[in-house]
């Protein structure tokens, strides 16, 4: 059940919202061993994003909310997988995104709690 | 001083978000044991939701900050009223449905702190 | 690396929310002992937000991510100042104000976990 979400400053078309969707649920799933049926993610692009008091042409902010918690180790292989992926696929330098992970002990889903 | 956002897949008119945010409210306030008076709702429309890598057509994250935490058989209770809404209202079923409690410590407001 | 995301119901030209992301960089800064250069802020207008069951016209809700932890009275302070500078800039009074602060263990950034 992780729920991550991407806020862009770029503009997606619903091609490249997929594309990134599947490569974030990727990646999840692999550093986070988590099934890939149980992940959610959102994507909203066109974001006013700023960094050092300036606006970000090309930046993103990745937040990650995980059922219970993960391991730094963990953390670390999946910043490193999603700021290949932004960098690679959309020109995103990791030098302007960042990515927080949080523990969340109370999840509802379907009419009760994990 | 809850903090309630929803954030869901299809789209709302005015009504309709007057509506859903009155009917979280009400569930809100009865499981937490909140006045209304102090809960902040937000409804975001619209969005690009995906889970298993499928588009959501019909789905909703919901994220609750609360000012010190609620017992799990509190959140359970919210749980299963914001499924009961979400699929009586908007026929979002509730296995698309993620909803996460976020006790918070440090909350301002109008100048200080709570 | 705070990041700081603001939400408010009223809108903001680009000129008001440049102005609005170097208020929020320079109180953050000052609060909380951090280096402009490591602040990300977002700014979010027009946001359907309610209060008390009502929409509120002037509203916002501010939410600050900070790697580590901040006392209370740090908070405090950027409380009074990010209420003050809604309420002289843009008319919000600070009892429709609510800002949460949220401490984050596991923080990426540019390929690595701070």
Redesign the interface.
């Known amino acids: ?1 992780p ?1 991550i979400k991407a ?1 862009l400053s770029i503009k997606l078309d619903e091609i490249q ?2 594309d990134l ?2 490569k974030l ?1 990727d990646a999840t799933s692999s550093a986070l061993s988590k099934p ?9 692009d066109g ?7 300036n ?1 970000l042409d090309k ?1 993103a ?1 990745i ?1 990650i ?1 995980m059922f219970g918690s ?1 391991g ?1 180790s963990a ?2 292989t ?3 997988s ?3 992926i932004l960098e690679t696929e959309y020109g995103i ?3 302007k ?6 523990p ?10 994990f």
Chains 1, 2, 3 share one sequence.
Do not use: P
Request: hydrophobic share 35%.
């Open positions: 059940m729920y806020r919202k997929d969707q599947k649920t890939k049926a149980y992940i959610m993610t959102e994507i909203e974001k006013s994003l700023y960094m050092a008091e606006k930046g902010y937040s909310k993960a730094k953390c670390q999946l910043t490193q999603i700021c290949s330098d990791g030098s995104v960042y990515i927080t992970f949080h969340v002990d109370l999840w509802g889903w379907n009419g009760s709690m």
